[in-house]
């Protein structure tokens, strides 16, 4: 399997038209209201296999890490390297401008001056002129037992304030547990847990680090951070979009 087998050739709908069909004005409200939303089916079985399949063939990826080795949790994951398989690279692409819009749109409730170009390509230039090289979407393997530690993804001074995970496995069926869980802390309050349920193929969006939130006198921020809970049975892959890379 090459770095290329992903290509347009297996994908019936391009990425942007993939995205343009999602219920755009739907996901945009459940961020607003929760921090994370769902894409369903935005990826095939055949491709959520075939993406999965990418996981033992090292020459995909520049850095493999244990979970257990650094307090992250237990599992594994690696770091693709560019250029990114086809498909992955495209909705990276599809999938910022739309994102951007809530991005800028929130740091203008929170009173955070930076705002985040249209441009996929001018955003990642601002990555690289800070240092910020390294490529950030990664694929993840769970077997039993393992879960993820709630955390945040950063990699850096320069952090695009959403990101993506696709579940590749099918619930039930390839494993059990391992549910995708979003905490939220609030000032002078206690956290709030969010549980995403996902079926393969689904995606789910998700704040970073902060987000908005309407109050009595205004907008306050708030701190999210996501994880995994512990693997029941059997082995679960997802793969990660994170549209800032690292130093």
């Known amino acids: ?3 290329h087998s992903l290509s ?3 994908v019936s709908r391009s990425a942007e038209a993939r995205i343009a069909a999602q219920d755009w004005r739907g996901i945009v409200s459940d961020l607003n209201a929760h921090g994370c939303a769902v894409m369903p089916g935005l990826l095939s079985a055949e491709e959520c296999a075939d993406i999965a399949g990418l996981y033992p063939h090292e020459e995909h990826f520049r850095s493999h890490v244990v979970m257990a080795r650094h307090g992250f949790g237990k599992g594994e ?5 560019y250029p990114l398989p086809d498909l992955i690279e495209g909705l990276r692409s599809a999938l910022y401008p739309r994102l951007a819009t809530v991005a800028n749109d929130w740091n203008e409730k929170m009173g955070v001056a930076l705002r985040y170009p249209a441009d996929y390509a001018a955003f990642l230039k601002r990555c ?3 240092g910020q090289t390294r490529p950030t979407p990664l694929l993840l393997q769970y077997a039993p037992g393992d879960f993820n530690c709630l955390h945040q993804d950063l990699y850096g ?3 695009f304030p959403l990101q993506v995970a696709i579940l590749l496995s099918e619930p039930g069926e390839d494993f059990t547990g391992g549910e995708f869980v979003l905490t939220e802390q609030r000032p002078r309050m206690q956290s709030r847990a969010e549980v995403v349920p996902l079926k393969r193929g689904d995606a789910v969006v998700f704040a970073v680090h902060n987000r908005p939130v309407q109050g009595t006198k205004g907008y306050y921020r708030v ?3 996501h994880g995994v809970s512990r693997l ?3 082995r679960r892959h997802t793969v990660g979009i994170i549209f800032h890379d690292a130093k």
């Open 8 to 10: 347009t050739k297996r």
């Open 157 to 159: 001074t320069l952090a």
């Open 128 to 130: 690289h002129d800070e």
């Open 77 to 81: 994951y690696r770091y693709f390297k």
């Open 223 to 225: 701190n999210l951070r």
């Open 232 to 234: 029941r049975s059997g």
């Open 1 to 3: 399997m090459t770095i």
